[in-house]
């Protein structure tokens, strides 16, 4: 059967935190902490229970009223349970459709971490009602991202990993070591620096970028759970990059990273990485996630550079499911997928007017 947790009850919400640490599926975006970071959407979570009272499965969902068209129910990268388990999930389902009715939502749009190929999965969820969109290719088709590289550190040390890097990559690494890059873990105050750095990529690389205070959100809710760093690159005391990475359960995950336009022939982001992956084996995690690329593999794409930096550390590259989704309302969906295409085109078109 499934419950709403209650949130203000310390007690639940730290079985929930013990449940969600302990999956193998545990995901950062599906957490009370990340919830907190996101403080322009409510949060719910749906828990389905085995009939001891054990959690058994989890979502948890982001509800945000959208102009003109009413509430919104967004997943990232949930549910966590297991994704065969038709019980399962027809309970998470039952509580959105619960929670559909409270907030009048037109719609439960959710983003999984499950593989394109997991049929089973489709079965299940298609059989509960759910409509399926995968055909996206590229960063702006979503609010995750479809395509992603994962690295898997199961049962392999650091010379093993380091071994099945690509020789540039390999070759990088120990290039950015002998210049005298250094690597530094930075404290809150660093942030200014790193968003500078970051404001810098940005206009480099055409992609908009966070405020100072995001980031300062992220670490003020995240680090005191040892859920967050930031890590910044120095040579001769100067910062030339930084990344920040999310901890959580079994995994780390590389969220976000800048570099400057100056001294990057020293190759920092490559040792970034690398610390970031040695750190990752010395906690025993199970996976390094890289985060997205884009689905279109070719030397053409202007984001062909990011694909072929995350794959020179021989990550696997991973598609998912896309959009799994509820429409509870659908006409109302129809026309709000139709204004959101329509916004992120002429917000493309604006970035290049400004050019």
Sequence with gaps: MYKLLDLNKEEQKKEFKEFLESHPRCNFQQSLEWGEVKTSWVKEVILSEDSNGKIRGSLTVWIRKMPVFGYMMYVARGPVCDLHNEDILKDLKEGADELAKKYKAFVLRMEPDVEKDDKEFR???????????????????????????????????????????????????????????????????????????????????????????????????????????????????????????IIYGNKTWYLYGASSNEKR??????????????????????MYDFRGVSGVVDENHPQYGLYRFKKGFNARFVEFIGEVYMPYKPLKYKLYKFAEKSFRTLRGIKKKFMK
Excluded at 274 to 285: S, Y
């Design 265 to 286: 022939n020293l190759m920092p982001n490559y040792l970034l990485q690398w610390t970031m992956i040695q750190e990752a084996i010395d906690r025993g995690d199970d």
């Design 123 to 245: 079965e299940i969820v298609s059989g509960l009602g759910f409509k399926i969109k995968d055909d996206s290719k590229d960063f702006k088709d979503e609010i995750q991202p479809r395509f992603v590289f994962q690295l898997d550190l199961r049962g392999k040390d650091k010379d093993t990993i380091f071994a099945e890097f690509q020789s540039k990559t390999r070759y990088n690494v120990r290039l950015a070591t002998k210049k005298g890059v250094e690597i530094k873990e930075g404290t809150r105050d660093d942030l200014k620096v790193f968003h500078q750095i970051m404001v810098e990529t940005g206009k480099r690389d055409n992609f908009l970028i966070r405020s100072l205070s995001y980031f300062e959100k992220m670490y003020d809710e995240l680090t005191p759970g040892g859920h967050m760093k930031l890590l910044m690159a120095y040579h001769d005391g100067q910062a030339i990059s930084g990344i920040i990475p």
